[in-house]
């Protein structure tokens, strides 16, 4: 039996043709943490992701149902910018695979909804994925240790090991990660205690900006086993295509 209909918040993050003109979409609820459910006879112009909608939710036994979907934020400014609309996709995919489904956390929610905004609004995409990844992991009890050995407490730092859970001196380091040095972790450091608006685009060194997605590239994958498909190039080098 179908319990009661719920209306709900839902970001929308993915879409899939369904059966009878339907669309299968996902997303996560402001309520309900990651959903799915099939909505017959979208419009498939107004519900390209990501978009914020609400609408009501019915669990079912299989497959649940959404319907009456009325549109409270479009993000239209995100396609009309290239990178924004990547970084848009990666961070939709990443925190998908990485939240479990009808396990409610509005925080990870109204971060997805910051960032979106963000990127919208022409905010750096680099920052805006960064700081997302940084703000996913935090949420979910994963963000690394930046200061200090995580083994000993000593200091300068050597290395970083995602198995360890952050970055180790030059004694606590065995090779299980990787070589860091304490400049090139800046980034990483300020984007776990900054606002996404106080990240701009002076502070994005490019080696601090590798150090720090290679941080959390291994937090996911090594702490909730994603596949290194999610974390392919985002973004294309400058001079290069996408």
Known sequence: MNREATATDVLLLKR???RDGGDLLEGLSRCAGRV????RRSSRSILDPPVLVHLVRREGPGLDTFSQPVVQ????????????????????????????????NETVFEALCQVYEALGEGVDARACGLWGQSKLLDCLGLAPQLRGCVLCGLEPVFGFSAADGGVL????????????????????????????RQVSSELLDPDAVRVAGKIYKAQ???????????FKRVLPRKGEKA
């Open 169 to 196: 001196c030059r004694s606590c380091f065995q090779g299980n990660g990787f070589r860091v040095v304490e400049a090139e972790l800046s980034l990483a450091r300020l984007l776990r205690l900054a606002s996404l």
């Open 36 to 39: 799915a459910g099939v909505l």
């Open 16 to 18: 899939r043709p369904f």
């Open 220 to 230: 996911f994958q090594t702490h909730l086993e994603l596949s290194a498909d999610y």
């Open 73 to 104: 934020t479009g993000y239209s400014g995100i396609r009309r910018n290239l990178d924004s609309m990547l970084v848009a996709g990666f961070l939709g995919r990443l925190y998908l695979a990485s939240l479990p489904q009808d396990e409610p």
